[in-house]
């Protein structure tokens, strides 16, 4: 008998869905107020798979794809591989209509195996190796991203029949300030500064191959990105740039390719895209460069990965102790850590955190929730509200953790990356499996 059976009056006082800002909009609590994705209670996902677990709601990305589509129904939309890049997720986001961009052989090979048609394929990374070139072309990806003068020598030289290019420039648009204001950053490793001499030279030698096809430019502001005025900025500068490529060589760039970038919130009160306005703001920013430069409409794509998969992830944990310093911080250590979500320790990003097996009627306390790895950074989040009655055993669910968490794990002190399982109508199924030592000892050869 669960406590609400026991006091149904506290029902009342129980929330019966989190905050779809951060959570999967299908999250509830149930009727033993535990926590539910896509039907299926997060603590029984934990009984069965084990903890760590990512937990990935289906639903939660096929409707973030719909909503890029339905905002941008004229752009191309290219799932971002790197976000999350396994054989269900490629497969999920093609039959939503998006292209999907990847960024080595190893994210290629899984796109083709998830059944994406490779035309619809982007190749992309700032340092390709000749095997990955290869790989792309023997696949017929639809375009490469070039992004050195080296590149355009090795791929003049592969290529046998004919491969469409996207030349990749950095626009120079400081995300920090105002992009009106605050500009010239152009000193990155991604790409070539805009209206640069070397920009210049590598269209020169693209439009000197017969093979090569330079369709047109892409560009990539930043990350996490909430302010769509950037990307109407973008629009200005890249399409005075392609104007000016139609002036010195007499040829037109049909596509325009905005990158990714676009902010999620990871907690209650962050700053998130909104993509009415981006479309808008992108609308108007195109209606009015290319009337300026007499220039026609290119085809516009933009990159979402963060966007589609952050939200439908959530990372289960049980707790292992709850440690009260004196004179100090509570520490609820758990089973899991920076192996499966480095981000913390690498951005500095913060988290919320909930119990996930019951809905807590007591107070809270302030604690640090950390990981179970030898190492003092090692820590989930900090200044979290969870129950003073926690104790170890109970799950704890963490939320907006479908990015860059899966595709950044490592086996640090040999621990197996986490299985991803999905959910979705009330059913779960594994998509990884938890990696185990067997397979850490399968690629040590020994001595």
């Given at each position: 008998?669960?406590l609400?059976?026991?006091?149904?009056?506290?029902?009342?006082?129980?929330p019966?869905?989190?905050?779809?800002?951060?959570?999967?909009r299908?999250?509830?609590?149930?009727?033993?107020g535990?926590?539910?994705?896509?039907?299926?209670?997060?603590?029984?996902i934990?009984d069965?798979y084990?903890?760590?677990?990512?937990?990935?709601?289906?639903?939660?990305?096929?409707e973030?794809c719909?909503?890029?589509?339905?905002?941008?129904?004229?752009?191309?939309i290219?799932?971002?591989?790197?976000?999350?890049m396994i054989r269900a997720?490629?497969?999920?986001?093609a039959?939503?209509g998006l292209?999907?961009?990847v960024?080595?052989?190893g994210?290629?090979?899984?796109?083709?195996?998830a059944?994406?048609?490779p035309?619809?394929i982007?190749?992309?990374?700032n340092?390709?190796?000749?095997?990955e070139?290869?790989?792309?072309?023997?696949?017929?990806v639809?375009?490469i991203?070039?992004?050195?003068?080296a590149?355009?020598?090795?791929l003049s030289?592969?290529?046998?029949?004919?491969?469409?290019?996207?030349?990749?420039?950095?626009?120079?648009?400081?995300?920090?300030g105002?992009?009106?204001v605050r500009?010239?950053?152009?000193?990155?490793?991604?790409?070539?500064?805009?209206g640069?001499d070397?920009?210049?030279?590598?269209?020169?030698?693209?439009?000197?191959q017969?093979?090569?096809?330079?369709v047109?430019?892409?560009?990539?502001?930043?990350?996490?990105?909430?302010?769509?005025d950037?990307?109407?900025?973008a629009?200005?500068?890249?399409?005075?740039?392609?104007?000016?490529?139609?002036?010195?060589?007499?040829?037109?760039?049909?596509?325009?390719?905005?990158?990714?970038?676009?902010?999620?919130?990871y907690r209650?009160?962050?700053?998130?895209?909104?993509?009415?306005?981006?479309?808008?703001?992108?609308?108007?920013a195109?209606?009015?460069a290319c009337?300026?430069?007499?220039?026609?409409?290119p085809q516009?794509?933009?990159?979402?990965g963060?966007?589609?998969?952050?939200?439908a992830g959530?990372?289960?944990?049980?707790v292992?102790?709850?440690?009260?310093i004196?004179?100090?911080?509570t520490y609820?250590?758990?089973?899991g850590?920076m192996?499966?979500?480095?981000?913390?320790?690498?951005?500095g990003a913060?988290?919320?955190?909930?119990?996930?097996?019951?809905?807590?009627?007591?107070a809270?306390?302030?604690?640090t929730v950390?990981?179970?790895?030898?190492?003092?950074?090692?820590?989930?989040?900090?200044?979290?509200?969870?129950?003073?009655?926690?104790?170890p055993?109970?799950?704890?669910?963490?939320?907006?953790?479908g990015?860059?968490?899966?595709?950044?794990?490592?086996?640090?002190n040999?621990?197996?990356?986490p299985?991803?399982?999905?959910?979705?109508?009330?059913?779960?199924?594994?998509?990884v499996?938890?990696?185990?030592?067997?397979d850490?000892?399968?690629?040590?050869?020994?001595?």
């Amino acid at each position: 008998m669960t406590l609400l059976e026991i006091f149904p009056s506290l029902k009342s006082g129980m929330p019966s869905r989190l905050d779809s800002a951060v959570w999967p909009r299908d999250t509830h609590y149930d009727d033993a107020g535990r926590i539910t994705i896509g039907g299926v209670a997060l603590a029984d996902i934990a009984d069965q798979y084990g903890t760590p677990t990512y937990v990935l709601d289906e639903r939660e990305v096929r409707e973030r794809c719909r909503a890029y589509r339905k905002a941008f129904p004229e752009a191309e939309i290219i799932y971002a591989g790197k976000a999350l890049m396994i054989r269900a997720v490629a497969h999920w986001v093609a039959q939503e209509g998006l292209s999907v961009d990847v960024c080595s052989s190893g994210e290629l090979a899984i796109a083709l195996a998830a059944g994406v048609p490779p035309q619809r394929i982007i190749m992309h990374g700032n340092g390709k190796s000749f095997d990955e070139l290869t790989a792309a072309i023997k696949a017929g990806v639809g375009r490469i991203v070039v992004d050195s003068l080296a590149e355009i020598t090795l791929l003049s030289a592969l290529v046998t029949d004919s491969q469409q290019v996207l030349l990749r420039l950095s626009p120079g648009i400081d995300v920090h300030g105002h992009p009106a204001v605050r500009t010239g950053v152009t000193d990155q490793k991604f790409g070539f500064p805009l209206g640069g001499d070397t920009a210049a030279e590598a269209v020169a030698r693209i439009l000197r191959q017969p093979k090569l096809n330079l369709v047109g430019f892409h560009c990539h502001l930043g990350s996490q990105i909430s302010d769509p005025d950037y990307y109407g900025e973008a629009v200005r500068r890249v399409v005075a740039e392609m104007a000016r490529v139609r002036q010195d060589h007499g040829h037109v760039l049909t596509e325009l390719d905005l990158g990714g970038g676009h902010a999620v919130a990871y907690r209650t009160g962050d700053g998130e895209m909104n993509l009415g306005d981006l479309a808008a703001i992108i609308e108007d920013a195109l209606d009015a460069a290319c009337a300026r430069q007499h220039f026609p409409r290119p085809q516009i794509a933009l990159e979402p990965g963060r966007a589609i998969v952050a939200h439908a992830g959530v990372t289960l944990y049980r707790v292992l102790s709850v440690k009260h310093i004196e004179g100090g911080h509570t520490y609820v250590t758990v089973d899991g850590g920076m192996s499966d979500n480095p981000r913390v320790a690498l951005y500095g990003a913060r988290y919320s955190v909930v119990v996930a097996n019951r809905h807590p009627t007591c107070a809270s306390m302030t604690a640090t929730v950390a990981g179970r790895f030898c190492e003092a950074g090692d820590i989930l989040a900090t200044d979290v509200q969870l129950p003073v009655d926690l104790r170890p055993g109970e799950v704890l669910a963490v939320p907006c953790t479908g990015a860059y968490h899966h595709s950044l794990a490592s086996s640090y002190n040999s621990v197996g990356r986490p299985p991803i399982v999905a959910v979705r109508h009330g059913q779960c199924r594994e998509l990884v499996r938890r990696e185990t030592v067997a397979d850490l000892m399968c690629r040590d050869i020994g001595w």
